[in-house]
């Protein structure tokens, strides 16, 4: 399993790569696969540990990304002979290695972060399984060898009454996640907003997000770790994903959805694929639409929600999925 070093596996906060390393790590240990995990020194698993790098460089700031990496993707394909499957949790860099092991590389393509990358993913399209996170995702240049939605543990979720009187958004705080905008539909829907996330665009948080936060209609409380984050998410009315761009996956959204929280999402990239509309929110086109499905956020049933959830998007499920697909890889080596 080779995940991504920028944080440490499971990651502390913000981390959605590390996390669904870490969570198809451990499940696919607890079924009695042997797992060796690529990832930073400080990282925590029931799995076999090979690390390069002593923490994650986003965290550490002595760790230079650019060695680390390097060290970090070698220490995989020097021992890939030891493998039967190669689980790429990383990027596209791995990919140039791909064609000097016999042993199968798996793919996991979490989004693209530029049309620039995709002459990498085109150019081992012949030797390597590529998994899209969405259909939304699939990229019509490439073959892949199934779509797989991300899965997260149910029981590091509450189902919430939802009675924090506020909407919520969590995420990065960045153009493309339409904090603004979410800023916009809670003070037309008269609700107060709270923001929690990591600042990925530190010019749109001054000009755009900062001039409104007053502690009152609208708080921001900065990165929160899974006990705050649960209780924000069970508090509020309605999650607001108004997203700019077409969102690969969007845990944000999932685990909104396993507290029972609603999701008021801009219907673009994988948001048809995870909300449900009047079962676990609802997919608008714009911002008039979004303050009504607001005050049609009260009509969902948080337990039902909570349901087709745990249904679509649990951890075993994910297993399932990959087991499956490593499985027949193997096997038709």
């Known amino acids: 399993m080779l995940a991504s070093?920028?944080?440490?596996?499971?990651?502390?906060?913000?981390?959605?790569?590390?996390?669904?390393?870490?969570?198809?790590?451990?499940?696919?240990?607890?079924r009695g696969h042997d797992v060796t995990l690529f990832a930073s020194a400080d990282s925590s698993t029931a799995a076999r540990l090979h690390a390069e790098a002593p923490a994650g460089y986003e965290e550490d700031p002595s760790v230079d990304a650019k060695v680390a990496e390097a060290l970090h993707i070698a220490a995989v394909f020097e021992r890939a002979d030891r493998f039967d499957v190669i689980s790429n949790q990383f990027d596209f860099l791995p990919l140039v290695f791909s064609r000097?092991?016999?042993?199968?590389?798996?793919t996991t393509i979490h989004g693209f972060s530029s049309d620039r990358i995709v002459p990498v993913y085109r150019a081992y399209d012949d030797v390597v399984h590529y998994v899209a996170i969405s259909d939304a995702d699939r990229h019509p240049d490439l073959e892949y060898a199934a779509t797989i939605h991300h899965g997260i543990d149910p029981d590091a979720f509450t189902l919430g009454t939802g009675d924090g009187g506020y909407l919520l958004f969590l995420g990065r705080i960045h153009p493309d996640k339409g904090t603004a905008t979410a800023i916009e539909v809670a003070r037309r829907a008269g609700l107060p907003l709270v923001i929690a996330g990591v600042v990925h665009d530190a010019e749109y948080h001054r000009h755009e997000v900062l001039p409104h936060v007053d502690g009152n209609r609208v708080r921001y409380v900065g990165p929160?770790?899974?006990?705050?984050?649960?209780?924000?998410?069970?508090?509020?009315?309605?999650?607001?994903?108004?997203?700019?761009?077409?969102?690969?996956?969007?845990?944000?959204?999932?685990?909104?959805?396993?507290?029972?929280?609603?999701?008021?999402?801009?219907?673009?990239?994988?948001?048809?694929?995870?909300?449900?509309?009047?079962?676990?929110?609802?997919?608008?086109?714009?911002?008039?639409?979004?303050?009504?499905?607001?005050?049609?956020?009260?009509?969902?049933?948080?337990?039902?929600?909570?349901?087709?959830?745990?249904?679509?998007?649990?951890?075993?499920?994910?297993?399932?999925?990959?087991?499956?697909?490593?499985?027949?890889?193997?096997?038709?080596?």
């Open 224 to 333: 929160v770790g899974p006990g705050e984050r649960d209780r924000l998410l069970g508090g509020a009315r309605a999650l607001l994903h108004l997203i700019d761009f077409d969102e690969p996956f969007g845990l944000s959204v999932v685990e909104s959805l396993m507290t029972g929280t609603p999701v008021v999402a801009f219907a673009r990239g994988s948001m048809t694929e995870l909300v449900r509309p009047g079962v676990s929110g609802f997919l608008v086109a714009d911002l008039p639409a979004a303050v009504a499905a607001v005050a049609g956020a009260a009509r969902i049933d948080r337990t039902a929600c909570r349901l087709d959830a745990v249904a679509r998007f649990s951890a075993e499920r994910m297993v399932d999925d990959y087991e499956r697909l490593f499985l027949r890889i193997a096997a038709e080596r």
């Open 100 to 106: 000097l092991t016999a042993t199968p590389v798996v």
């Open 5 to 30: 070093i920028a944080h440490r596996v499971p990651p502390r906060g913000y981390g959605p790569w590390e996390q669904v390393a870490s969570t198809l790590t451990e499940g696919l240990v607890a």
